[in-house]
């Protein structure tokens, strides 16, 4: 049994993960799973097979709550070997495959350089970026009102310090956050900063150096396979149009708040 991937390409992680198989033509099946509509909107999964293309159509969360014993995403499965997180993922992929040495460089200290992004991310671009979508999108879709604009703008101010950190700390004047090739940490950061861009927060607007970085990006991996990993979050107001049942909405929307808190 070759390697399975369960993702959902709404969320960030699976896409970095996605976009880094695939750059690297390492062979695996896609299983797509679609949290939001199975976990939120209740829809049933249909079977399938599952397939590399993110529209394939089948959604396979049921397998991915029994690959990952914390029962999220991404989720990976080798044979009988199961693991879930990101970096972890993305670490064991690019041993057992040997995946080229700028990715997680085998010099001690540039790969010290990716461990800390990846450690700094986490509280700081991570715990800004997607509350974009919840603000834009999601609270509105179940509470059925917009949330107050200062909201928005105060998470866009956080958002922006992070993103000041972010050039003076780690890009500064270099191609990449380690130097002149990209790494996992780009790949990490690129996809986290992408999802206030599909709700309309275009965070590389009046940004020059981090929007040149994001070219580099996307021309490291492949333009053509960055916006197809994107598609989704591309067209994720779509949401808007989904009726939501009431007892449903009245159960989720104190829950969905919180996060904010």
Not at 60 to 68: I, L, P, Q, T
Not at 162 to 175: H, I, M, P, V, Y
Request: hydrophobic share 40%.
């Amino acid at each position: 049994m070759g390697l399975e991937l369960y993702l959902d390409l709404l969320s960030q992680p699976c896409r970095s993960i996605y976009i880094f198989a695939r750059s690297n033509n390492i062979p695996f099946e896609f299983k797509q799973v679609e949290l939001f509509k199975d976990s939120v909107l209740g829809k049933k999964p249909a079977a399938g097979s599952g397939s590399e293309q993110p529209h394939a159509g089948s959604s396979n969360s049921e397998g991915a709550g029994k690959v990952s014993l914390l029962k999220k995403v991404p989720a990976l499965k080798d044979g009988d070997f199961t693991l879930a997180e990101c970096t972890a993922i993305l670490l064991y992929l690019s041993r057992k495959y040997n995946t080229p040495d700028h990715w997680y460089p085998s010099d001690i200290q540039k790969r010290a350089q990716v461990d800390e992004y990846l450690s700094w991310h986490q509280a700081n671009i991570r715990a800004n970026a997607p509350k974009t979508m919840w603000i834009k999108v999601l609270i509105p879709l179940f509470t059925g009102q917009p949330l107050p604009s200062e909201k928005l703008q105060e998470v866009m101010e956080g958002l922006s310090a992070s993103l000041k950190q972010f050039e003076e700390r780690f890009l500064q004047n270099k191609a990449f956050i380690i130097g002149s090739e990209i790494s996992l940490a780009d790949l990490v950061a690129v996809v986290e900063l992408m999802q206030p861009v599909g709700v309309g927060c275009d965070i590389f607007e009046d940004r020059p150096r981090l929007m040149e970085w994001r070219r580099r990006v996307e021309d490291a991996v492949g333009k053509e396979l960055f916006l197809q990993a994107h598609e989704m979050i591309f067209n994720i107001k779509e949401l808007s149009n989904i009726q939501i049942h009431p007892q449903l909405k009245e159960h989720l929307a104190p829950v969905l708040m919180k996060i904010l808190k």
